[in-house]
């Protein structure tokens, strides 16, 4: 597993909870 394009995916989930939250 690329741990890079992982946590670019975590990212991207993250900023998209946030941006549905706020």
Do not use: N
């Not at 890079?4 to 706020?22: C, D, I, P, W, Y």
Request: net charge neutral; proline share 0%; charged share 25%.
């Amino acid at each position: 597993m690329d741990s890079k394009k992982f946590f670019g995916g975590l990212l991207e989930t993250m900023e998209k909870a946030l941006a549905s939250v706020g």
